[in-house]
Protein backbone atom coordinates (compact mmCIF):
# COMPACT_ATOMS: atom_id res chain seq x y z
CA UNK A 1 0.00 0.00 0.00
CA UNK A 2 1.32 3.53 -1.29
CA UNK A 3 1.60 5.85 1.84
CA UNK A 4 2.34 9.45 1.40
CA UNK A 5 2.54 11.29 4.57
CA UNK A 6 3.55 15.27 4.87
CA UNK A 7 4.79 17.03 7.90
CA UNK A 8 6.17 20.02 9.04
CA UNK A 9 3.04 22.48 8.33
CA UNK A 10 1.98 25.23 11.20
CA UNK A 11 1.40 28.85 11.69
CA UNK A 12 4.33 31.01 11.07
CA UNK A 13 4.17 35.28 10.97
CA UNK A 14 4.87 37.12 6.97
CA UNK A 15 8.65 36.93 6.45
CA UNK A 16 9.05 33.61 8.15
CA UNK A 17 10.20 30.05 7.09
CA UNK A 18 8.64 26.36 7.50
CA UNK A 19 10.07 23.19 6.34
CA UNK A 20 7.64 20.75 4.87
CA UNK A 21 8.57 16.68 4.39
CA UNK A 22 6.60 13.85 2.79
CA UNK A 23 7.83 10.64 4.02
CA UNK A 24 6.78 7.58 1.38
CA UNK A 25 6.40 4.20 1.67
CA UNK A 26 4.57 0.90 -0.70
CA UNK A 27 6.67 2.59 -3.61
CA UNK A 28 10.21 2.45 -5.84
CA UNK A 29 11.07 6.26 -4.74
CA UNK A 30 13.82 6.16 -6.95
CA UNK A 31 11.26 5.36 -9.99
CA UNK A 32 9.02 8.17 -9.45
CA UNK A 33 9.01 12.45 -9.51
CA UNK A 34 7.85 14.05 -6.56
CA UNK A 35 5.71 17.30 -6.24
CA UNK A 36 4.17 19.74 -3.80
CA UNK A 37 0.69 21.40 -4.77
CA UNK A 38 -1.44 23.58 -2.35
CA UNK A 39 -4.91 24.38 -2.49
CA UNK A 40 -6.37 27.64 -0.30
CA UNK A 41 -9.92 28.00 0.83
CA UNK A 42 -12.35 28.58 -2.43
CA UNK A 43 -9.20 27.97 -4.32
CA UNK A 44 -8.24 24.82 -7.11
CA UNK A 45 -5.26 23.36 -5.89
CA UNK A 46 -2.15 24.70 -7.81
CA UNK A 47 1.32 23.49 -8.56
CA UNK A 48 4.14 24.38 -6.30
CA UNK A 49 7.14 22.65 -7.39
CA UNK A 50 8.75 19.61 -9.06
CA UNK A 51 11.64 17.48 -8.66
CA UNK A 52 12.74 14.96 -11.09
CA UNK A 53 13.33 11.39 -10.26
CA UNK A 54 17.17 11.35 -10.12
CA UNK A 55 16.73 15.06 -8.14
CA UNK A 56 18.90 16.98 -10.58
CA UNK A 57 16.28 19.17 -12.02
CA UNK A 58 13.73 20.80 -10.20
CA UNK A 59 10.64 23.39 -11.23
CA UNK A 60 8.84 25.83 -9.84
CA UNK A 61 5.73 27.63 -9.67
CA UNK A 62 6.43 31.68 -10.95
CA UNK A 63 4.87 32.38 -7.10
CA UNK A 64 7.18 30.63 -5.18
CA UNK A 65 10.59 30.82 -7.67
CA UNK A 66 13.58 31.85 -5.62
CA UNK A 67 11.95 31.60 -1.88
CA UNK A 68 10.69 27.66 -2.07
CA UNK A 69 13.61 24.64 -2.55
CA UNK A 70 12.52 21.23 -3.29
CA UNK A 71 14.66 18.64 -2.21
CA UNK A 72 14.68 14.97 -1.93
CA UNK A 73 16.58 12.35 0.84
CA UNK A 74 16.71 8.95 -1.37
CA UNK A 75 17.62 7.39 1.74
CA UNK A 76 14.85 7.87 3.83
CA UNK A 77 12.37 8.31 0.58
CA UNK A 78 11.29 11.33 1.74
CA UNK A 79 10.54 14.92 -0.38
CA UNK A 80 11.31 18.45 1.43
CA UNK A 81 10.26 21.72 1.03
CA UNK A 82 12.35 24.54 2.65
CA UNK A 83 9.91 27.73 2.23
CA UNK A 84 11.10 31.56 3.20
CA UNK A 85 10.32 34.16 3.24
CA UNK A 86 6.70 33.36 3.45
CA UNK A 87 3.65 35.65 3.03
CA UNK A 88 -0.33 35.61 3.74
CA UNK A 89 -0.97 34.59 0.01
CA UNK A 90 1.38 31.32 0.52
CA UNK A 91 -1.68 29.79 3.62
CA UNK A 92 -3.09 26.72 1.91
CA UNK A 93 -3.11 22.84 2.72
CA UNK A 94 -0.13 21.35 0.95
CA UNK A 95 0.22 18.42 -0.22
CA UNK A 96 2.54 15.88 -1.89
CA UNK A 97 2.53 14.03 -4.66
CA UNK A 98 3.82 11.43 -6.69
CA UNK A 99 4.48 10.39 -10.39
CA UNK A 100 5.98 7.39 -11.64
CA UNK A 101 7.55 7.40 -14.96
CA UNK A 102 10.31 6.36 -17.30
CA UNK A 103 11.51 9.81 -18.13
CA UNK A 104 14.56 10.36 -15.02
CA UNK A 105 14.57 14.18 -15.88
CA UNK A 106 10.91 15.30 -16.20
CA UNK A 107 9.25 17.70 -13.76
CA UNK A 108 5.52 17.59 -14.28
CA UNK A 109 3.59 20.07 -13.26
CA UNK A 110 -0.22 19.27 -13.61
CA UNK A 111 -2.11 17.49 -11.17
CA UNK A 112 -3.66 15.01 -13.60
CA UNK A 113 -0.45 13.36 -14.02
CA UNK A 114 0.71 12.30 -9.99
CA UNK A 115 -0.14 8.71 -9.23
CA UNK A 116 -0.33 9.32 -5.51
CA UNK A 117 -1.30 11.98 -2.97
CA UNK A 118 -0.87 12.90 0.76
CA UNK A 119 -3.56 13.89 2.82
CA UNK A 120 -2.23 17.48 3.48
CA UNK A 121 -0.75 19.89 5.71
CA UNK A 122 -2.13 23.27 6.94
CA UNK A 123 0.39 26.02 6.30
CA UNK A 124 -0.81 28.72 7.89
CA UNK A 125 1.19 32.52 7.34
CA UNK A 126 -0.32 35.67 9.27
CA UNK A 127 0.20 39.55 8.43
Known amino acids: QVRLVEAGGGLVQAGGSLRLSCAASGLTFSNCAMGWFRQAPGKEREFVAA????????YYADSVKGRFTISTDNAKNTVNLQMNSLNPEDTAVYYCAADYLPDSTATPSGAPYYDYWGQGTQVTVSS
Open 51 to 58: ISRNSRST
